[in-house]
T-cell receptor
Framework: DSGVTQTPKHLITATGQRVTLRCSPR?????VYWYQQSLDQGLQFLIQ???????AKGNILERFSAQQFPDLHSELNLSSLELGDSALYFC????????????FGPGTRLTVL | DQQVKQNSPSLSVQEGRISILNCDYT??????FLWYKKYPAEGPTFLIS?????DKNEDGRFTVFLNKSAKHLSLHIVPSQPGDSAVYFC????????????FGTGTRLTIIP
């Protein structure tokens, strides 16, 4: 158990809908990262937050947004969902300093029908 | 553009023998490299890392080798055990850029008893 929790574990929804994925980082970690893993692909970095502020952005679609709250949990919002958004979404956390190891949650599997 | 490549999608090794997983990268700004292990329905788990100032790092049965001139790294597992069966991801970061990780597509390692 990495100490990072993600909810829900599974999510099935329809095209055009909007969903929110939630992540609680390890106790004491200030930085949260979101990654997307599509079928047979590596994990693709989406976005990083550090202590409530956006720190880095990857290939995140405009239909996707994220935020980190004062209690340091983070939410990833996916809107106008398309079939191609079906994927595993992972959250990771660390102290946000240099080479700190990123600890991953178990992921949320999103299926868009 | 796949900046981190794992060209072998799968590898089978007899229990007790050496497993060698390979990874190539193209971005010369990468200076920190990691291996993660992933079991089904779980998030990636950190295994071992290496900084670009070293060419080898060892942790128990796991050794990572880095060849900067060839932009190549490898993970050696000796001796291989059935519990090592998992998907292994190579990842890289440019520490002095930001902390995001760029992942390879993974190699599925199967240890044959």
């Amino acid at each position: 158990d990495s100490g990072v929790t993600q909810t829900p574990k599974h999510l099935i929804t329809a095209t055009g809908q909007r969903v929110t994925l939630r992540c609680s980082p390890r106790s004491g970690d200030l930085s949260v990262y979101w990654y997307q893993q599509s079928l047979d692909q590596g994990l693709q970095f989406l976005i990083q937050y550090y202590n409530g502020e956006e720190r880095a952005k990857g290939n995140i679609l405009e239909r996707f947004s994220a935020q980190q709250f004062p209690d340091l949990h983070s939410e990833l919002n996916l809107s106008s969902l398309e079939l191609g958004d079906s994927a595993l979404y992972f959250c990771a956390s660390n102290m946000g300093e240099g080479t700190d190891t990123q600890y991953f949650g178990p992921g949320t599997r999103l299926t868009v029908l | 553009d796949q900046q981190v490549k794992q060209n072998s999608p799968s590898l089978s090794v007899q229990e007790g023998r050496i497993s060698i997983l390979n990874c190539d990268y193209t971005n010369s700004m990468f200076d920190y490299f990691l291996w993660y292990k992933k079991y089904p329905a779980e998030g990636p788990t950190f295994l071992i890392s290496i900084s670009s100032i070293k060419d080898k790092n060892e942790d128990g049965r796991f050794t990572v080798f880095l060849n900067k001139s060839a932009k190549h790294l490898s993970l050696h597992i000796v001796p291989s055990q059935p519990g090592d069966s998992a998907v292994y991801f190579c990842a890289a970061s440019a520490v002095f850029g930001n902390e995001k990780l760029t992942f390879g597509t993974g190699t599925r390692l199967t240890i044959i008893p």
